[in-house]
């Protein structure tokens, strides 16, 4: 049976928070076995003098899309005020821990550098240095810890709130690994202090262990999304849908240019492992092609401890861009979305000045090869950080 850290700081909470004021930052999948909130779990604690709670993007209570502000509110359940870090600010400041000793932090994180959890969770450990406090994180398991580490790290000069810390794609940590990765090699400089789980091995699928499954966001319902998301979530920045609007986001992606027969051919030709590609149309009901037929495929999960996520999405990239010259890329003022998500320009670049080959495979396989040393030195960094 896996032990959670919310769960081992409830059985002995004197040693770890003692008579200190308590602040906690969580989201809504922070649940313990019976899908109790741990927000819940320490408002109605005796010996937990919680005061503050702290929502990242989608609220504590998941109740917000991808990408819309939260505003600062009173949390309904619990009466306590709730400072939003995904509104007018995302930097938890000395001032918004006026009152507080302590922060717990509780975030159920689904493995991907993209996930804005990770920056949430470094902005408030600045924000506990600066203030002098201390912060303590429950951890959870890494759902695809084992997908291992894949993908490059971010360049400084493409950091930014959806990618930064030199962190790869997959980065195989849990929320309190990375807390301490991010602490001591930003030299952050906060308290921290980590309730681990017990139980778990990075080895284990989340749907191998006995936790409860609650969807950490909107757009990934299931541990297949989660998986996929990796390498589907460039997708993003391209014109193409990766399923938002879609009961299978980030599972379904397309446009309503493409033939989802030829495409759905060409990617089975890819020979990519543990993965198949099903040609389909779909609606989304919000975000990209709002109501139109998009035509596209379905990626399915043939055999989760085979399949490499990032070179499917960057297959999946590569080849529609091949498919057509409508496919283009997402500008963000004068800003390329990709860039943000990629952690640098090259992968656009590359792209760009392979555009049209017959052979997408190829031009991944560039990719991928520029990104391998990245992908090693940070494995051998993470070994420093890893307590499972």
């Known amino acids: 049976m896996v032990s959670l850290g919310v769960e081992r700081l409830l059985s002995r909470s004197r040693s770890v928070v003692g008579d200190d004021r308590v602040g906690l930052l969580t989201n809504h999948a922070a649940v313990d076995h019976a899908l109790r909130p741990t927000v819940d779990r320490l408002h109605a604690h005796d010996d937990i003098d919680l005061r503050r709670l702290y929502g990242p993007e989608h609220g504590i209570r998941g109740t917000e ?7 600062s509110s009173v949390d309904s359940r619990t009466g306590l005020p709730v400072e939003s870090l995904y509104g007018e600010t995302r930097r938890l400041t000395p001032a918004l821990l006026n009152g507080v000793d302590t922060l717990v932090c509780d975030l159920q994180d689904v493995g991907s550098r993209y996930y804005t959890l990770i920056s949430t969770l470094a902005y408030a450990m600045e924000g506990v240095a600066a203030a002098d406090g201390r912060m303590v994180v429950l951890d959870r398991p890494n759902p695809i810890a084992p997908l291992g580490v894949s993908g490059n790290r971010v360049e400084p000069v493409f950091s930014s709130f959806v990618g930064d810390y030199r962190l790869p794609i997959t980065h195989g940590l849990t929320i309190g690994e990375l807390a301490r990765y991010i602490n001591d090699e930003f030299d952050i400089g906060a308290t921290v202090d980590v309730v681990e789980v017990r139980g778990w091995q ?3 699928w989340f749907d191998e262990t006995d936790l409860p499954w609650v969807l950490p966001s909107p757009n990934v319902p299931t541990l297949t999304t989660a998986t996929l998301y990796p390498g589907t979530c460039l997708l993003e920045g391209t014109n193409l849908s ?25 990617l089975e030709g890819a020979g990519l492992d543990g993965v198949a590609f099903r040609p389909t149309a779909f ?3 919000f975000s990209k092609h709002q109501e139109e037929t998009v035509e596209g495929v379905q990626a399915h999960i043939c055999d989760r401890n085979r399949i490499d996520p990032v070179r499917v999405g960057l297959t999946l990239l590569v080849s529609a861009f091949t498919a057509s010259e409508k496919t283009a890329w997402v500008e963000d003022g004068d800003e ?11 992968l656009r670049r590359t792209v760009d000045r392979r555009r049209g080959t ?24 993470r070994e420093e950080y890893e307590r499972y």
């Open 65 to 71: 899309q991808a990408g819309v502000a939260v505003k």
């Open 202 to 204: 990075r080895s284990q």
């Open 242 to 266: 990766e399923g938002r609007g879609t009961t299978k986001p980030f599972e379904l992606v397309g446009a309503p240019w493409l033939d989802a027969g030829e495409w759905a051919t060409q």
């Open 283 to 285: 609606q989304p009901m």
């Open 336 to 346: 390329y979305v990709i860039d943000r998500l990629a952690g640098s320009d090259t």
């Open 358 to 381: 017959a052979d997408p495979n190829a031009v991944v396989d560039e990719i991928l090869a520029d990104w391998e040393s990245d992908r090693v030195a940070f494995q051998t960094v």
